[in-house]
Every structure is written in C-alpha cells, then in structure tokens.
C-alpha cells in the first residue's frame, strides 16, 4: 500500500503520535521511512537577527538537530531504516518539497490545537499541506 512515508517530526506531544503512527504504518507496509524537521523562520526573529546577531539561529538548528536524531533514534530502536532530513524555511512547503523529492505515498503529521487567531497568523500546516503534497495525508491525533 505505501512504500515511501515522510514522517514531519517537531519532537511536540502531537509530533511523536505522528511519528508512533507513522512507525506503525511502516511496520505494517514494510515502507521506507524518511523523518523531516523544518526549522521555520519567524519574521520578527528575522528582523531581530538583522538588527542585532546573536547566536540564536544556531542554537535553534542544534535543537532540531537533536531532536531529529531522539526521532530517529526511536524509529530504529521499532525495527525501521530511517533517512533523516532538516530543512528550513515554511513547514508545509518544506514537507511538500520533502515529499516530492523522495516520491512519498504518505505525509504524516501531528495535529495541533490552535485559536481561530493563529490559524490566521501562522496557517494550519494540515490544512496548507494539501496545496503542497504529491500523495495522501494522515494526520495523527493523539488521545485527548
């Protein structure tokens, strides 16, 4: 059924029930298995930056980092191969991309609450991946 699933992971509550659904999903197909984390650029800290470096895009690139890894490291320790990928820029258009370029059956995300505020301001992932992705979406929710 899929071959090929790309996993978005952030390390969030929501993010490791996409990554648990996604492992068993590719347990079941016998899929490979490709985990993305996109570092998204704010505009405000873009300006900041500008105006006054600091090493905090640094130390936001080694957090996702090691967060790719803890992901990647429990996908293996399920029995799966796992490729890992960081990217930066727009979450949805990153895992579009991502999907694109890998030939992805299956995206899997987490879902994430958000106020109708929000959902304005920085967009619905889930939603804004339909416009992006080459294959199906699963959104994972997690137990309330």
Do not use: F, K
């Not at 996993?7 to 079941?28: F, H, K």
């Not at 694109?100 to 929000?118: N, P, T």
């Amino acid at each position: 059924m899929y071959r090929t699933i790309l996993l978005a992971y952030d390390g969030s509550r929501q993010g490791r029930e996409a990554l648990d659904q996604g492992a068993e999903l590719a347990s079941l197909c016998q899929a490979r298995v490709y985990l993305l984390a996109v570092v998204a650029h704010e505009l405000g800290v873009a300006l900041a930056e500008a105006a006054a470096p600091s090493d905090l895009p640094e130390r936001e690139y080694q957090e996702v980092r090691r967060m790719l890894t803890e992901g990647a490291e429990a996908l293996r320790r399920a029995g799966l191969s796992v490729d890992t990928r960081l990217a930066a820029g727009n979450p949805a258009e990153e895992i579009g991309r991502m999907a694109h370029e890998v030939g992805a059956d299956l995206v899997v995300v987490g879902h994430r609450e958000q106020s109708a505020l929000a959902r304005w301001w920085h967009g619905s992932v889930g939603a804004s991946l339909l416009a992006h992705a080459p294959c199906s979406l699963l959104v994972a929710v997690a137990d309330r």
